[in-house]
């Protein structure tokens, strides 16, 4: 790893943390967001463990107005699987329902496993498990799976542990 990945990492620690002693809720995260401007650029460094951190980071920072719309650009342009999969946790992290839909287009069995398991957490943050069960079989069986209560019943108690 780089320095530029080790401080980015650092900062993306800092905002997702919790732990908030001694200051008010969301000031270390919102410091961190206050970096944007910095942090922006790194998702198309060259180096793709400092753009997969970048993702990671400026997720973190709820700065949902000017990140998502730099993880959407990266997603179109990125190729790396490591960085996709950061990515497009990072676009649910923000959005939910953007990541599911972002979601929908990788969960082919053509594309790499780590992309297809962001894939998989994105559509269950967004509650539809449903959905990923009826890509998965058409996927690995060709089979279109009609959904009734039943099935619908037992996606919900699963997704709901």
């Given at each position: 790893m780089s320095r530029t990945a080790d401080v980015l990492g650092l900062l993306g620690g800092m905002a997702e943390s919790r732990d908030e002693h001694g200051v008010?809720?969301?000031?270390?995260?919102?410091?961190?967001?206050?970096?944007?401007?910095?942090?922006?650029?790194?998702?198309?460094?060259?180096?793709?463990?400092?753009?997969?951190?970048?993702?990671?980071?400026?997720?973190?920072?709820?700065a949902t107005s000017r990140a998502l719309p730099a993880l959407d650009l990266r997603w179109d342009g990125e190729s790396e699987p490591p960085v996709r999969a950061e990515v497009l946790?990072?676009?649910?992290?923000?959005?939910?329902?953007?990541?599911?839909?972002?979601?929908?287009?990788?969960?082919?069995?053509?594309?790499?496993?780590?992309v297809r398991m962001a894939a998989v957490f994105a559509s269950l943050d967004a509650d539809a498990a449903?959905?990923?069960?009826?890509?998965?079989?058409?996927?690995?069986?060709?089979?279109?799976?009609?959904?009734?209560?039943?099935?619908?019943?037992?996606?919900?108690?699963?997704t709901q542990r």
């Open positions: 008010a809720p969301a000031t270390v995260r919102e410091t961190v967001a206050e970096q944007l401007p910095l942090l922006l650029p790194l998702l198309a460094a060259g180096e793709p463990d400092i753009r997969r951190t970048a993702a990671w980071v400026v997720s973190h920072t709820r946790a990072g676009i649910a992290r923000l959005d939910p329902q953007s990541g599911a839909a972002v979601a929908t287009t990788v969960l082919d069995p053509f594309q790499p496993a780590e449903v959905r990923v069960f009826q890509v998965l079989i058409r996927a690995e069986t060709g089979v279109v799976l009609t959904v009734g209560r039943p099935l619908l019943d037992w996606a919900e108690r699963g």
